[in-house]
């Protein structure tokens, strides 16, 4: 039974970068995958590597399987492909910790506006 089939998520290192496309290799260090060019984005793609960075962890899709070769064909068209998107400047607090700190901050504030 393969391991992987077409529609999987799957979570790899990014171990090279070309123009043409992404290198991936699976957590498992038996499969290796490559992201066409073409399955990065459905927009044009003038530069592959302002998409992802050397040794990056990513999530892929699996879009075809070669169990012979343990290779595969992935996407990261559709998703966020990124495991650690430090785009989201929430904590597991919530935004407590900004809320706790405003008083203090207002407080300086006034102060340095009175000198």
Same mark, same amino acid.
């Given at each position: 039974?393969?391991?992987?089939? =077409?529609?999987?998520?799957?979570?790899? $290192?990014?171990?090279?970068? @070309?123009?043409?496309?992404?290198?991936?290799?699976?957590?498992?260090?038996?499969?290796?995958?490559?992201?066409?060019?073409?399955?990065?984005?459905?927009?044009?793609?003038?530069?592959?590597?302002?998409?992802?960075?050397?040794?990056?962890?990513?999530?892929?899709?699996?879009?075809?399987?070669? @169990?012979?070769?343990?290779?595969? $064909?992935?996407?990261? =068209?559709?998703?966020?492909?990124?495991?650690?998107? $430090?785009?989201?400047? @929430?904590? =597991?607090?919530?935004?407590? /910790?900004?809320?706790?700190?405003? /008083?203090?901050?207002?407080?300086?504030?006034?102060?340095?506006?009175?000198?």
């Amino acid at each position: 039974m393969p391991k992987y089939k =077409k529609g999987d998520i799957v979570k790899g $290192k990014v171990t090279g970068i @070309e123009n043409y496309g992404i290198f991936i290799s699976l957590e498992d260090d038996k499969y290796t995958g490559l992201i066409h060019i073409s399955e990065i984005s459905d927009k044009f793609v003038r530069n592959v590597f302002d998409y992802v960075q050397l040794d990056e962890i990513i999530n892929a899709k699996v879009i075809e399987v070669n @169990e012979s070769n343990k290779q595969l $064909k992935l996407s990261i =068209k559709d998703f966020n492909y990124r495991i650690d998107d $430090k785009r989201n400047l @929430e904590d =597991k607090n919530g935004f407590s /910790p900004l809320r706790e700190k405003l /008083p203090e901050w207002i407080s300086e504030y006034k102060e340095r506006a009175r000198n």
